[in-house]
Structures are given as C-alpha cells and as structure tokens.
Nanobody, 121 residues
Framework: QVQLVESGGGLVQAGGSLRLSCAASGRTFSSYAMGWFRQAPGKEREFVASITWSGGSTYYADSVKGRFTISRDNAKNTVYLQMNSLKPEDTAVYYC??????????????WGQGTQVTVSS
C-alpha cells in the first residue's frame, strides 16, 4: 500500500521561505512522477509542480514559476518543494501526489494527508 507523508509546513511571513518534503513508501516508484498540489479555503485543489521519475523534467504552475523549485531524491523516495518569496496567496494546504507517467495530475491515485502553509502579510 502506497503511503505519502508530507512535512515542513508552517507559518511564515511574506517574503520568507519554506521547504516541504514528501516521503513515499509501499512500492517501487520507478516510472512514477511526483508532484505537489494545493488547496486554499473555499477553492478547488490546484496543480503546483511536478517532476518526472528521473528528475530530468519539471513542470510548474505559472503562479509559482521562478519562486518554487521541485526536486526529488529517488534513493530516499522523497520529493521536495522549496518555496521562496512566499506571498499571502500561497496560503493553502499542500498535498503530495504520485502517478505513473511524466506528470502528476488531479486524477492521481495516491495522495498524502496534506501540510498547512500559512503566509502572513
């Protein structure tokens, strides 16, 4: 059974940084993309970033390009999201997900429990 466990969320002032981690277990993740989504109160869950199994390709939402960086360590089955220059509109619950293929989509079969990120103005 696949398990994804996020960590690293918290409260930060605008302009600050946070690094989220997501540790995966329960299967071999070869050929599986990993990614991050977020959901703010009253809004739908939205794509943030995704990375291929090899780490050779990354994808970002326009709203986070240039500020967020996704990376992965396959030896640890862990994906990271480095978030810099945070804005109050980045406040949301951030979810890790994994899916077979190049990009993680909203239809991903495996999700973490989420970690809260709050950015104060």
């Amino acid at each position: 059974q696949v398990q994804l466990v996020e960590s690293g969320g918290g409260l930060v002032q605008a302009g600050g940084s946070l690094r989220l981690s997501c540790a995966a277990s329960g299967r071999t993740f070869s050929s599986y993309a990993m990614g991050w989504f977020r959901q703010a109160p009253g809004k739908e869950r939205e794509f943030v970033a995704s990375i291929t199994w090899s780490g050779g390709s990354t994808y970002y939402a326009d709203s986070v390009k240039g500020r967020f960086t996704i990376s992965r360590d396959n030896a640890k089955n862990t994906v990271y999201l480095q978030m810099n220059s945070l804005k109050p509109e980045d406040t949301a619950v951030y979810y890790c997900a994994t899916e077979r293929g190049r990009v993680v989509t909203i239809k991903a079969s495996h999700w973490g429990q989420g970690t809260q990120v709050t950015v104060s103005s």
